[in-house]
């Protein structure tokens, strides 16, 4: 019997540490799943998911696609380009289309923070946000904690660091959010530009130096820099902000030896990662993508095997 | 010609003569006050008046409203002047100053014809429109300021737009002057948190909102106090929502210059923690600040730093506050909550209610020289009669507004409005 009190999952906030690590021990069988060679079960069979990404993301897309099907859920993508409709019309219109069709679980991204719980306070079903706006990134967060988890067998009282543009980040505030609630020590390095007003009361050691921030950290988690933001709105240039802020092999010293290197993926190479520690021995960003699939399994599982399973009114 | 009125037995608050005290108000057949106070019928009741027993409640001058927003001409599916007008006397709102910006703009005569003559046919209440201060509130040429002025504009603004050329406002300014019109103007930086929509801070990172620092309104006020020294112009500031913001007016007054300000009764009675999840309808402009900024602001309104109280009524509808949060339009109703709410800062012993009538009436009407704001004899019989400890709730769908966009859905009150004069005319009563 599973027990988990929520029915959406719009973000961490809100989430018990037995919460996260209910789901993360579900996604650790959801791994094993993915490693058989048999990879389909029934247990979300006769189900239906659909994912309704506003935004594109192939990534994010076609994780959470893998994973209903994995779980034997009917699996329908909508994307919905950014055409000349307002945005907002398009989200509540197209909610209440898709509501009428009897899905069973709404995978939902939005550029604008707070559309996921708009969303879910309309439909009749459960609601995954797989991103809206600057807000948060739930299943990228409990991916993250799973490859932590994995690594170094716990959450607790390790150092993450995450660096880079962490003001536009729905990854660094899920990340922040999630990595206090399981014990886990959260450091921020940024240039002042790219953090967040009063981010010092958000649960994050505040730093401006790599070589400070990175020192004996366990983690080092980097963040995307949006191409339109790199050259002389946020920071100067491309070439300045690598020569500070980009990890390369000699600032990923400072971290232990064992430290494990995360990024959320899309990369930029060479913007705010080296190629070489990218694809170097600490890199788990492959396993990232790996658990990716195995968290958002748990997530749909535990969202969808927890509800009455009888019919909606 | 109406029957003579006569309201007894009733507090007497009205702060042009400052003064409170229990007694009776007569109002003669053309709809001006004979006499207000303890000994009003020293002279007799007039013959055929209409008499009423008002014991426990309290009259006070009809309240003025400086900023409301309607939807009449361009969106009357939000706001008609006559439903604001119904909305007012619910609220014991007995004058407002419509804002400019309908489609098309009031910035010529006969849009300023239009809206005097539609409320002159329709609405319950006096409406004074205000013109914008510059053609289409573009912020670039100034629209005809006499003649507008000549119109009955009742004062210039650039309703939601600041005026970001220093020089088109210098000019503007310099103009309106010449006619006596105050200028009444929203300060935002138009750089600086300009894709915000929340006070900048913890809540809004956390939300993943961009935030609007506190520069972003005083950095221009502080320009258009500066202006107004310069030009010698009457200047308004319309909304403020900071402690900063009250004493740059503040400490403009003392070097000379003839400048005041307004609050909206949001900003006083709420605070960013209500946006909680992205709830839309605390989406204001300027945005809902912190706790320490909204009692900062209740004791610069009590210590009569901040002239005026308003509700910015300004009706949205659900195809643009059922949104999400940053794509949302800014602003709420207040036209029929606006005395309630004022009422708990009377209640909660911040602001005496002497000062707190002075900032809904009669300071405003002393501001835009509107004929209101008094219960002196001769005045016009504008007045709201209240019931202050009345409790009550608001419920969405008693709402009288087109737009039920309130930030006070189901929100309790102690203190209603019972009855609304205009004219001596009863308009509104519960």
Not at chain 2, 41 to 47: H, I, S
Not at chain 2, 55 to 76: I, Y
Not at chain 2, 346 to 351: E, F, K
Request: glycine share 8%; aromatic share 4%; charged share 25%.
């Amino acid at each position: 019997m599973i027990t988990f009190p929520h029915r959406h999952l719009l973000g961490i906030k809100g989430l018990t540490e037995q919460d996260i690590t209910l789901l993360l021990d579900r996604a650790d069988e959801a791994v094993k799943i993915s490693r058989q060679r048999e990879k389909k079960t029934s247990s979300l069979r006769g189900l239906t998911q659909i994912n309704l990404f506003f935004e594109a993301s192939t990534r994010t897309q076609s994780s959470f696609e893998l994973a209903g099907k994995r779980l034997g859920a009917d699996v329908m993508n909508m994307s919905v380009g950014n055409s000349s409709v307002k945005k907002g019309e398009t989200l509540i219109d197209t909610a209440m289309t898709l509501n009428a069709m009897h899905p069973d679980v709404l995978v939902v991204r939005h550029a604008s923070a707070g559309a996921a719980a708009l969303l879910a306070q309309k439909v009749s079903c459960s609601v995954v946000n797989a991103g809206d706006g600057q807000h948060e990134h739930p299943t990228q967060a409990l991916l993250d904690a799973l490859t932590i988890r994995r690594a170094k067998g716990k959450l607790s009282r390790i150092i993450v660091a995450i660096c880079g543009d962490v003001l536009h980040s729905r990854v660094a505030r899920s990340n922040i959010l999630l990595l206090n609630q399981m014990g886990a020590r959260v450091r921020v390095v940024a240039p002042a530009t790219l953090l967040p007003a009063g981010i010092e009361q958000m649960g994050a050691e505040v730093y401006r130096s790599m070589a400070e921030g990175l020192k004996d950290a366990d983690v080092v988690m980097m963040l995307r820099l949006q191409r339109e933001r790199m050259a002389g709105s946020f920071v100067p240039s491309v070439r300045e902000y690598f020569h500070y802020y980009g990890l390369d092999a000699e600032k990923l010293k400072a971290a232990k030896d064992d430290a494990l290197v995360m990024h959320p993926g899309p990369m930029n190479r060479g913007v705010e990662i080296a190629s070489e520690i990218a694809d170097g021995p600490q890199s788990v960003i492959e396993q990232q993508v790996e658990m990716g699939v195995a968290v958002r399994m748990a997530v749909m599982e535990t969202l969808l095997l927890s509800q009455d399973q009888g019919p909606r009114p | 010609m109406t029957r003579p009125l006569v309201l007894q037995n009733l507090r007497i608050v009205d702060p042009s003569r400052n003064l409170d005290e229990t007694g009776t108000i007569v109002v003669g057949n053309d709809g001006r006050i004979l006499a207000a106070g303890k000994d009003a019928l020293n002279q007799g009741a007039p013959a055929g008046a209409f008499v009423k027993d008002c014991a426990g409640l309290t009259a006070v001058p009809g309240l003025v409203d400086a900023r409301v927003f309607v939807g009449e001409p361009g969106s009357e599916y939000r706001e008609t002047i006559e439903s604001a007008s119904r909305a007012a006397a619910t609220g014991g709102v007995t004058s407002f100053i419509s804002m400019p910006d309908t489609d098309p703009v009031i910035d010529e005569i006969a849009l300023v014809e239009f809206v005097q003559k539609t409320a002159r046919d329709k609405a319950l209440v006096n409406v004074y429109p205000a013109a914008a201060l510059t053609k289409g509130l573009l912020g670039a040429e100034m629209s005809e300021l006499g003649l507008l002025r000549d119109a009955g504009a009742a004062c210039f603004t650039n309703g939601r737009q600041p005026v970001h050329d220093s020089l088109v406002l210098r000019r503007a300014m310099t103009y309106a002057r010449e006619f006596g019109a105050v200028v009444a103007l929203e300060t935002r930086d138009k750089y600086l948190g300009a894709n915000g929509v929340m006070n900048e801070g913890l809540l809004a990172s956390w939300l993943g909102l961009p935030g609007i620092p506190r520069e972003a309104e005083i950095i221009p006020l502080e320009r258009d106090l500066r202006i107004a020294a310069l030009t010698k112009a009457a200047y308004h500031a319309a909304e403020i929502s900071l402690p900063e913001s009250a004493d740059a007016v503040q400490a403009a007054r003392e070097r000379g210059a003839n400048v005041t300000s307004g609050i909206s009764i949001n900003h006083l009675t709420l605070n960013e923690n209500d946006i909680g999840e992205y709830r839309t309808f605390f989406k204001l402009s300027p945005p809902l600040r912190g706790e320490d900024d909204r009692v900062a602001m209740v004791e610069a309104l009590a210590a009569g730093k901040i002239d005026i109280i308003v509700s910015s009524h300004d009706p949205q509808g659900a195809d643009t506050k059922r949104l999400p949060f940053a794509d949302a339009a800014d602003g709420a109703i207040g036209l029929e909550t606006l005395a309630a709410a004022a009422l708990r800062l009377y209640h909660s012993g911040q602001v005496p209610l002497m000062r707190l009538i002075d900032a809904l009436s009669t300071r405003p009407a002393a501001i835009f020289g509107l004929e209101a704001g008094t219960l002196k004899p001769g005045a016009k019989a504008d007045i709201t009669v209240l019931d202050l400890d009345e409790p009550w709730v608001l419920y969405e769908k008693e709402l009288v507004s087109r737009s039920k966009n309130t930030p006070f859905e189901n929100a309790r009150f102690t203190g209603r409005v019972v009855q609304t004069y205009v004219g001596g005319k009863l308009v509104h009563s519960s």
